[in-house]
């Protein structure tokens, strides 16, 4: 079990060097595809947790999760007690 740890620790060094070494905008790039990426995903959530769902209503529940997210992040939103 350590040597996973230490390769996962090792792995995770070489992408922070990789990612030291782009410059702004193949970095500005990079997150703007792993962004999509993360999208993708919740996308296939989404459609997995209502599979009725269409095409407009994944992409509206979607940037309502991102929208909550945001307002959670800004401390604009409170949960109910």
Do not use: Y
């Amino acid at each position: 079990m350590e040597n996973i740890k230490e390769l996962a620790d090792e792995i995770q060094r070489e992408r922070i060097l990789r990612a030291r070494k782009m410059d702004p905008a193949d970095k500005l790039s990079a997150g703007f595809e792993l962004f999509e990426f993360a999208c993708g995903i919740s996308r296939a959530g989404i459609r997995h947790q209502f599979p009725d769902a269409t095409d407009a209503d994944v992409e509206r529940i979607l940037r309502e999760r991102l929208d909550l997210h945001a307002r959670l992040e800004l401390g604009q939103w409170k949960l109910k007690e």
